[in-house]
């Protein structure tokens, strides 16, 4: 049969190209080899670290506490550090000398609590008597009195140690047994202190004793008594010091005080006797020279205070007598 119409042949050749194209996935590729190429780097970009400032550094605060009359280092750790007990760390801390009194208005410097120490650690004897007695803690319980290890401190003669383990006892409040073992050591450490010349030291130990308020009334009262005769030696000591410098009057004050203090202790006391005598003996010789000038409200003044602390001064009783009488006189002229 003859076909109508017919393809050219150019036509028909297109035509095949175009399908072999096809059928091959051929495509046309766009020619950009002048297009221009970004770089990149093929090095992983590593983040920095943030650099964080260091906080500054804060100084630390130190503390300070302003001395008021009355006051003692016992009773100034006891106020500012919790416990009299760490009288020796504030002394250290400040480099004072136990037998130099404070002033008042003086400034100390508080340690911190990483310098307070502390206590010696307790025997094994110790811990096992504290082990036993923690239980009873109750006032209806019965007590368990086993101060063994008390007693061989004593007996050892440690008796800071001793008061340590005493004053830390669950019984202490209500065992006037042991309270007694604790006055024992107690006064025979003050009198270590006393025998040495470390006044102030057995001042702050009784110190800390009664502030603890475990102790009873009688017991109490005898250790402020005790601490009354301490404070009177230890002014008879300072009256001993001004006199080394001469300064009369210094020491005058303080035998005064010591006398004022507890007259019969003073009275027993060697050093205060002994002070006294010189200071009395420089006085006559400045009243006497007031009493030749007729300056006699001068001279009387001086007998008067000999008198104070020398009520049976015989030479300062004759010439007061004398001294009262030429007034009278004068005045009747």
Same mark, same amino acid.
């Given at each position: 049969?003859?076909?109508?119409?017919?393809?050219?042949?150019?036509?028909?050749?297109?035509?095949?190209?175009?399908?072999?194209?096809?059928?091959?996935?051929?495509?046309?590729?766009?020619?950009?080899?002048?297009?221009? &190429?970004?770089?990149?780097?093929?090095?992983?970009?590593?983040?920095?670290?943030?650099?964080?400032?260091?906080?500054?550094?804060?100084?630390?605060?130190?503390?300070?506490?302003?001395?008021?009359?009355?006051?003692?280092?016992?009773?100034?750790? /006891?106020?500012?550090?919790?416990?009299?007990?760490?009288?020796?760390?504030?002394?250290?801390?400040?480099?004072?000398?136990?037998?130099?009194?404070?002033?008042?208005?003086?400034?100390?410097?508080?340690?911190?609590?990483?310098?307070?120490?502390?206590?010696?650690?307790?025997?094994?004897?110790?811990?096992?008597?504290?082990?036993?007695?923690? *239980?009873?803690?109750?006032?209806?319980?019965?007590?368990?009195?086993?101060?063994? *290890?008390?007693?061989?401190?004593?007996?050892?003669?440690?008796?800071?140690?001793?008061?340590?383990?005493?004053?830390?006892?669950?019984?202490?409040?209500?065992?006037?047994?042991?309270?007694?073992?604790?006055?024992?050591?107690?006064?025979?450490?003050?009198?270590?202190?006393?025998?040495?010349?470390?006044?102030?030291?057995?001042?702050?130990?009784?110190?800390?004793?009664? &502030?603890?308020?475990?102790?009873?009334?009688?017991?109490?009262?005898?250790?402020?008594?005790?601490?009354?005769?301490?404070?009177?030696?230890?002014?008879?000591?300072?009256?001993?010091?001004?006199?080394?410098?001469?300064?009369?009057?210094?020491?005058?004050? *303080?035998? /005064?005080?010591?006398?004022?203090?507890?007259?019969?202790?003073?009275?027993?006391?060697?050093?205060?006797?002994?002070?006294?005598?010189?200071?009395?003996?420089?006085?006559?010789?400045?009243?006497?020279?007031?009493?030749?000038?007729?300056?006699?409200?001068?001279?009387?003044?001086?007998?008067?205070?000999?008198?104070?602390?020398?009520?049976?001064?015989?030479?300062?009783?004759?010439?007061?007598?004398? &001294? &009262?009488?030429?007034?009278?006189?004068?005045?009747?002229?």
């Amino acid at each position: 049969m003859k076909l109508l119409f017919s393809t050219p042949k150019p036509l028909k050749q297109t035509l095949l190209l175009l399908a072999f194209t096809v059928l091959s996935g051929c495509t046309f590729v766009e020619d950009r080899s002048q297009e221009a &190429v970004a770089i990149i780097d093929a090095v992983e970009t590593r983040k920095k670290p943030k650099v964080t400032e260091a906080a500054p550094k804060v100084k630390p605060v130190v503390r300070t506490y302003q001395v008021v009359a009355g006051d003692t280092l016992g009773k100034i750790a /006891q106020k500012t550090l919790g416990s009299s007990q760490y009288y020796r760390q504030l002394a250290d801390f400040n480099g004072l000398d136990m037998s130099t009194p404070l002033e008042v208005g003086q400034v100390l410097r508080l340690p911190p609590n990483s310098d307070l120490g502390t206590q010696d650690a307790n025997s094994a004897i110790e811990r096992k008597t504290r082990a036993t007695n923690s *239980a009873v803690t109750g006032l209806n319980k019965p007590l368990i009195r086993n101060y063994a *290890a008390l007693d061989q401190l004593i007996d050892e003669k440690k008796y800071n140690q001793a008061i340590d383990w005493a004053m830390s006892h669950p019984n202490l409040s209500r065992d006037q047994g042991l309270q007694q073992k604790l006055m024992l050591a107690s006064k025979q450490q003050v009198a270590i202190e006393k025998q040495q010349g470390n006044y102030s030291e057995g001042i702050l130990l009784i110190d800390g004793l009664t &502030v603890s308020k475990k102790l009873s009334r009688a017991n109490t009262q005898e250790l402020k008594r005790l601490k009354t005769q301490l404070e009177s030696e230890q002014l008879s000591q300072q009256a001993q010091a001004y006199l080394a410098k001469s300064e009369y009057p210094q020491a005058y004050s *303080a035998l /005064q005080k010591a006398y004022q203090l507890d007259t019969g202790y003073a009275l027993q006391s060697t050093r205060f006797i002994n002070s006294r005598a010189q200071v009395s003996e420089q006085m006559h010789q400045t009243a006497l020279k007031h009493y030749r000038n007729q300056e006699l409200d001068q001279a009387e003044k001086i007998w008067d205070q000999i008198l104070l602390i020398k009520p049976n001064d015989d030479l300062a009783l004759v010439y007061k007598d004398r &001294v &009262v009488n030429l007034k009278k006189k004068l005045n009747a002229l």
